[in-house]
């Protein structure tokens, strides 16, 4: 499940440098659409992180029941 969100933002992203907008305004909107793909893929890094952390500590509990 978190590669296949990887892959999708990794595939987003490289369809959205491809276009060649031809408006300023259009590349403005290709520019923020890019930054909201960093975005998410630094949350999205983060809350792997947090799930790690989180099974780690369900299975500590359950090795202490």
């Known amino acids: 499940s978190e590669m ?3 892959d ?11 276009i ?5 305004a259009g590349e403005r909107k290709v520019q923020l659409a890019l930054e909201h ?9 983060k809350l792997e992180e947090r799930v790690k952390v989180l099974e780690e500590q369900v299975q500590v509990l359950e090795e202490g029941s």
Request: with cysteine; proline share 4%.
């Open 8 to 18: 999708s933002l990794h595939s987003i992203a490289e369809t959205l440098q491809s």
């Open 37 to 45: 793909i960093r975005s998410l893929r630094r949350h999205t890094r």
């Open 20 to 24: 060649k907008p031809k408006t300023k």
């Open 4 to 6: 296949c969100i990887r």
